[in-house]
């Protein structure tokens, strides 16, 4: 018996999907436009900008996406774990590890920890020349490791896709 588009499985399954699309397409668009358009900023106006994103993106609709992918996929990989296990387990298992270790992990003890030292800067009794060293510091590492993550989350939600057209078998 064929199962309706709108069983439970289904709807954990795109939802999974859906959140991931938007980890995915909030990195990617950060690396398409924000950083290059950041690069091109002299110090002290590339760290007040980056002080600015970092306040503004810890809001409910990012933390809905960014917590609720770290949620979902599980949940979606646990309600199809049943004998024999699937092609789609194993794609929504690898989703899941991939998005815990590189985009949650990269994020929760790469990125943020750089955000918080950046945050702790006081700009406004700052030197350029301390201004620029903290942006030396914080620019390259930050940039590759939000690489990394963007990479991963494009990753997740290939993997994610493949378990939507994949089917149950």
């Not at 358009?37 to 503004?56: H, P, W």
């Not at 789609?88 to 985009?103: K, N």
């Not at 060293?133 to 290939?158: C, D, G, M, Q, Y």
Request: net charge positive; with cysteine.
């Amino acid at each position: 018996m064929k199962r309706s588009m709108f069983s439970l499985l289904n709807i954990l399954l795109i939802v999974a999907a859906v959140l991931s699309a938007l980890i995915a397409g909030l990195f990617y668009a950060w690396s398409c436009s924000i950083i290059p358009g950041l690069a091109k900023l002299d110090g002290r106006t590339y760290v007040a900008a980056m002080q600015s994103f970092n306040k503004a993106i810890l809001n409910p609709v990012f933390f809905l996406s960014f917590m609720g992918t770290l949620i979902m996929l599980p949940v979606a990989t646990f309600a199809h774990f049943h004998q024999p296990l699937s092609a789609r387990f194993w794609l929504l298992l690898a989703a899941s590890v991939l998005y815990v270790v590189g985009v949650f992990g990269i994020t929760a003890f790469g990125n943020v920890p750089l955000n918080n030292i950046l945050a702790s800067f006081d700009l406004s009794s700052a030197s350029n020349e301390a201004v620029n060293e903290v942006r030396i510091k914080f620019e390259a590492p930050w940039n590759s490791l939000h690489s990394i993550r963007t990479v991963a989350s494009i990753a997740v939600l290939v993997l994610v896709v493949c378990a939507c057209v994949r089917g149950e078998n």
